[in-house]
């Protein structure tokens, strides 16, 4: 094998192992200017060919179904002004929060993502409640739903996660997710209210089913390496 050839071969296998593994998603949602979007309007971002679509929900109370919300787009990131907020949807109000009523923002991706984070800019204490599905939905359906007919949607348990008042980022487990309904604790599970703008959504792509890299794969990327240095090593002898 002479030097091209073999260099050839290393690019090549290098973009196939490239072209199957995991791609990495940042959506920036802080930056907004203070808009107050209409009860149940979606906002969507874009990164890297995935489109993050973004609906506020609350419900009423723990037992209640999901209605919509409106979403904020606030300078620290994206709020929730629920149906008992939304005639004076001032500070802390605009904020995720279960002061009254509980806000919840839910994220659709286009394609399915795994290793996903969610950042949290606070506004009081960030205890925080999430629930992930793989299953492909319009978000009106979310509407009527209680934290028990979830499943319906292909959600599995409910997560708490909490925190204090600091800004800080929540890691997602689990890969192809395509939802995550995410928002303040349900119940509050230390008594003291969550306040929080959610400030931005990370994660990767996942590589399509079956197309994970195999040995061949590899092999062929390590069969091109050693030809390579083989081809080098005689360059320099002659
Ligand atoms: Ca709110
Ligand atoms: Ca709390």
Redesign the pocket.
């Known amino acids: 094998m002479n030097l091209k050839s073999a260099l050839n071969l290393l690019l090549t296998s290098t973009f196939a192992v490239a072209a199957l593994s995991a791609a990495p998603l940042s959506y920036t949602l802080s930056g907004g200017n203070n808009s107050l979007l209409a009860d149940g309007a979606s906002k969507t971002y874009t990164s890297g060919g995935v489109t993050l679509t973004i609906t506020g929900w609350s419900l009423a109370t723990s037992g209640s179904s999901f209605a919509t919300g409106s979403l904020g787009l606030w300078s620290p990131g994206v709020g929730v002004c629920n149906d008992a907020e939304r005639a004076n949807c001032t500070s802390n109000s605009h904020t995720v929060d279960?002061f009254s009523g509980y806000d919840f923002v839910l994220f659709q991706f286009s394609a399915p993502v795994q290793g996903a984070s969610i950042s949290l800019a606070t506004f009081g204490?960030?205890?925080a409640s999430y629930w992930t599905s793989s299953t492909n939905f319009t978000a009106s359906s979310l509407a009527g739903k209680t934290t028990n007919t979830l499943s319906s949607l292909g959600f599995g348990g409910m997560t708490t996660n909490?925190g204090g008042n600091v800004n800080r980022t929540v890691n997602i487990s689990g890969t192809g997710i395509t939802s995550i309904l995410f928002g303040s604790?349900l119940p509050?599970?230390?008594?003291?209210?969550?306040y929080f703008k959610i400030s931005g959504v990370a994660g990767e792509t996942c590589p399509p089913p079956g197309q994970v890299p195999e040995p061949s794969t590899f092999a062929l990327l390590g069969g091109s390496l050693v030809g390579l240095s083989v081809a080098i090593r005689r360059r320099q002898r002659a």
């Open positions: 279960n204490d960030t205890d909490s604790a509050t599970p230390d008594g003291t209210y969550d």
